[in-house]
């Protein structure tokens, strides 16, 4: 009889961490995601850039477009100086002041890499390995939620990532 229940839990153990794996690699290769949490008023919004092997540099600027169901909203531009294989933080609000975004209108992020090569650089490449974003209302609930884990390789030819989960 002890065999038997042994037998049981090992085959109950071997089902559960078989399925724990499975929901494990499918969270990690999941692709873009985002949804708001609750409906409200965005006030800001907290970025996250992950940065791959080929740095952003000081003299380029990401400029991030929220995609709403009435269109485009430009937020603040962010200055690089990004390192390589680095994670940077940027709190950033609407470029335009009297801008207001309900979360549940969002639908996705927009991404332009701006180059501004001076002597001795050359046009910036960066490679962005994944960018999250959690947005806030002005009295600083948690409203929204973005991730994408794609890489992508912006160049002077390819200045634009476009993602909506």
Known sequence: MRTRISR???AALL??????????VTVIASPASAGPIACN?????????????DDLRGNSEVIPYLIT????????????????ETTNFRTLRFLDPGASVNACSVTGLRLRMVSHPSWPETTDNWNM???????????NVYSYHFYAPSFFRFTGSQQWWPAAP
């Open 8 to 10: 049981l839990r090992a």
């Open 15 to 24: 089902i559960t961490a078989t399925l724990l794996a499975t929901l494990g």
């Open 41 to 53: 008023r965005l006030s800001y919004l907290n970025f996250y850039f992950r940065t791959g092997g």
């Open 69 to 84: 169901t009435s269109g485009d909203v430009e937020l603040q531009h962010v200055w690089g100086g990004f390192g390589g």
């Open 129 to 139: 390995d994944t960018v999250s974003f959690y947005g806030y209302s002005a009295t």
